[in-house]
């Protein structure tokens, strides 16, 4: 469904909206093409088109691909968003569901100066070619994009509870090793491998490579999440299969980098990541359990990868959102996020304020103890 282009004088843009990625403007930029645009992997066209043969049927969201365009027609900004029901309300997201690192628009170079009361123009714009919504969750947006600022960011009303966390791999290699914690363990864990059997960092390189590599990090992903008592594929093979599928579509345009970390024959841990240029972001990472668990190999893996990107001339190791210990142990730049909340309706005001009380509730120290029941019990019940 094409929505009619709006309009305004005033600010000299033009906005449209499309909902089948067939239909996205062909200035919308590819995974494995570098061009004027600035985007992030999350909001290419392979990432959209994979999105939508997954979470939209599942969550029954409507994809709403937004491209507005200057007063001659050239392109300014591109943004992927979707809205879905929740509990009657209809809610306004970026095309994302847990699978976005970073959720921003595609910008394009111009020389227009952005602030709050131009981003306020815009948004106000983008919003009269969009259908009726009662809230909009505007989350985990950087302040810039590459070297543009992100207009949407502008309006921002607080910052995300979480940040991305990444290393820079331009300085000597000593100076990236050294941000490793506990680097003289981390080395003599794998010696302690190197005597069970040939340690081997292996990119994959072939389509039996990527089968083999991304079903074992599927299913060391999904023992992990059973271990930590959290929904995991079971609970959402939505996700599970858009992963798969953009195992597939990914390394179609050459920008799949998906490694294991092998003893012998057997894969010891995975990491599932994609490229844009010379950035590479690390999204999915697996490893075995068990006797395996002293020697770290999901850590072991990860020092590994920074020395083979930076010996593949890539700049950034980028680990994504997250506060997790480990990634605050191991990664020296972060990069904070922003969110946006906008209510349109009555039904978008009861939503935000049920949502509130939600999240009080899961802050009790009851809740916290009681939710991880929850998974046991339910996988007890899939297993039978």
């Known amino acids: 469904?094409?929505?009619?282009?709006?309009h305004d004088l005033d600010t000299a843009f033009s906005v449209s909206v499309v909902e089948n990625p067939a239909d996205l403007p062909e200035e919308w930029p590819r995974a494995g093409l570098i061009a004027d645009a600035r985007c992030h992997v999350f909001q290419t066209r392979e990432f959209i088109e994979t999105w939508c043969t997954t979470f939209a049927p599942a969550k029954r969201a409507r994809p709403l691909l937004v491209a507005v365009r200057?007063?001659?027609?050239?392109?300014?900004?591109?943004?992927?968003?979707?809205?879905?029901?929740?509990?009657?309300a209809r809610v306004l997201t970026f095309m994302d569901e847990g699978v976005a690192d970073y959720n921003a628009p595609i910008l394009f170079p111009t020389t227009r100066i952005w602030t709050t009361d131009a981003a306020r123009e815009l948004w106000s714009a983008i919003e009269k070619a969009l259908p009726a919504y009662d809230i909009a969750?505007?989350?985990k947006m950087p302040?810039?994009?590459?070297d543009l600022q992100n207009p949407l960011a502008l309006l921002a009303e607080e910052p995300n509870d979480e940040s991305c966390h990444g290393n820079v791999l331009t300085r000597p290699w000593k100076d990236v090793e050294a941000t490793q914690p506990f680097l003289r363990t981390l080395k003599k864990s794998i010696r302690g491998m190197e005597r069970i059997g040939k340690v081997e960092f292996a990119v994959a390189e072939n389509d039996a490579d990527r089968e083999l590599f991304f079903e074992t990090m599927a299913r060391q992903k999904q023992r992990r999440f059973e271990e930590t008592r959290v929904p995991g594929f079971d609970a959402e093979p939505h996700?599970?299969?858009f992963f798969r599928r953009a195992n597939r579509v990914f390394a179609s345009e050459g920008v799949l980098h998906l490694c294991a970390l092998k003893v012998g024959e057997e894969i010891v841990a995975t990491a599932w990541s994609l490229t844009r240029g010379r950035h590479l972001y690390d999204l999915l990472i697996g490893f075995e359990a068990g006797e395996w668990s002293k020697f770290s190999p999901g850590r072991a893996l990860n020092l590994m990868l920074l020395k083979w990107l930076q010996d593949n001339g890539y700049t950034y190791l980028d680990h994504g959102i997250g506060n997790e210990p480990w990634k605050l142990e191991a990664c020296e730049t972060t990069v904070p996020l922003l969110r946006r909340t906008v209510v349109r309706t009555p039904l978008g005001r009861f939503h935000?304020?049920?949502?509130?009380?939600?999240?009080?509730?899961?802050a009790t120290n009851i809740w916290q103890r009681v939710r991880p029941l929850k998974w046991i019990v339910l996988r007890?019940?899939?297993k039978h």
């Not at 200057?70 to 009657?88: A, K, M, Q, W």
């Not at 935000?352 to 899961?362: C, N, P, Q």
């Open 1 to 6: 469904m094409l929505h009619r282009p709006t």
């Open 70 to 88: 200057t007063g001659d027609g050239s392109p300014l900004l591109f943004v992927p968003l979707t809205i879905e029901r929740n509990r009657g």
């Open 137 to 139: 969750f505007l989350d």
């Open 143 to 146: 302040a810039y994009v590459a």
């Open 239 to 241: 996700k599970l299969e």
């Open 352 to 362: 935000r304020s049920r949502l509130k009380v939600m999240a009080r509730l899961r």
């Open 380 to 382: 007890a019940f899939r």
